[in-house]
């Protein structure tokens, strides 16, 4: 079992920077995938980016070169360091834990709750 726990949401200004946090509980971290997703009101759930349990890393490309996912082994947290944000950034984050066989090539085993980011023009 794996309990995940998101935080660093906020509100900010367009061009502005935050970082997401989203810690593990329980089962070994470094054998999961771990994926972050958000949900903007009234759209669909989209796949932000991905860090597979090797340290290889996927962005979606509305994010590309804004966006750096990382994941600290040690304290069993990934982050999400996002900078240049723009409005349509603006949604619920959500960080998840693929743990089974497949990895990242399987759904999501585990979810954490969302972290709200809010980007103002």
């Known amino acids: 079992q794996v309990q995940l726990m998101a935080s660093g949401g906020g509100s900010v200004q367009a061009g502005g920077s935050l970082k997401l946090s989203c810690a593990a509980f329980?089962?070994?971290?470094?054998?999961?995938?771990m994926l972050w997703y958000r949900q903007a009101p009234g759209k669909e759930r989209e796949l932000v980016s991905t860090?597979?349990?090797?340290?290889?890393?996927t962005y979606a490309d509305s994010v590309k070169g804004r966006f750096t996912i990382s994941q600290d082994n040690r304290k069993k947290t990934v982050y999400l360091w996002m900078n240049s944000l723009l409005t349509e950034d603006t949604a619920v984050y959500y960080c998840?834990?693929?743990?089974?066989?497949?990895?990242?090539?399987?759904?999501?085993?585990?979810w954490g709750q969302g972290t709200q980011v809010t980007v103002s023009s």
């Open positions: 998840a834990a693929a743990c089974g066989p497949r990895g990242l090539g399987g759904p999501p085993d585990y």
């Open positions: 329980g089962r070994t971290f470094p054998n999961c995938g």
């Open positions: 860090i597979s349990s090797n340290g290889t890393t």
